[in-house]
C-alpha cells in the first residue's frame, strides 16, 4: 500500500465515524461531529478531543484519606502486619513504615490497604 492510500483509508475511516456521530442523541456531540466533518481535517480524534471538553471534570474524592493510625489499623484488624504486608506489595519494611506514618500518602495505598484479604479469615497459605 502506498502512503496516499493509507491516508486515503484512514480518511474514509474517519469520515465513516463522523458519519455515525452527526446523527448521536446529544445535539451538542451531533453539532461538534458536523462541525469537524466538514472541517479542514476531518478525524476522529479531532472529535475525541472535542468531546473530551463536554465531558464533565473529574471531582476530587470525597471520601478523606485514612489516618496513620486509621491505616495501621485497618491492616492489622485483618490480621497484617507491617512486615508481613511490605512483603506481600514487594517493599521493605522502611518503606512500609514511612508509607504507613504519612498523613498524605497516595490515595491508591488507602484503596490497597482497604482490599486486603482477611487473614483472621483465610487459611495461612497466602
Not at 27 to 56: F, R, T, W, Y
Not at 61 to 77: C, G, S
Amino acid at each position: 500500500m502506498s502512503k496516499g492510500l493509507d491516508d486515503e483509508v484512514v480518511r474514509e475511516l474517519n469520515v465513516k465515524i463522523l458519519d455515525e456521530m452527526v446523527v448521536h442523541p446529544r445535539k451538542e456531540v451531533a453539532a461538534l461531529a458536523l462541525k469537524i466533518k466538514h472541517g479542514e481535517n476531518p478525524s476522529a480524534s479531532a472529535l475525541i478531543l472535542a468531546l473530551a471538553d463536554l465531558l464533565p471534570v473529574p471531582r476530587a474524592p470525597t471520601d478523606p484519606r485514612l489516618t496513620p493510625a486509621e491505616f495501621k489499623e485497618e491492616y492489622r484488624r485483618r490480621g497484617w502486619n507491617g512486615l508481613n504486608l511490605a512483603a506481600r506489595w514487594g517493599r521493605g519494611p522502611v518503606w512500609m513504615s514511612r508509607v504507613g506514618s504519612k498523613a498524605d500518602r497516595d490515595l491508591f495505598l488507602d484503596d490497597a490497604v482497604m482490599g486486603l484479604p482477611d487473614l483472621t479469615k483465610q487459611p495461612d497459605d497466602l
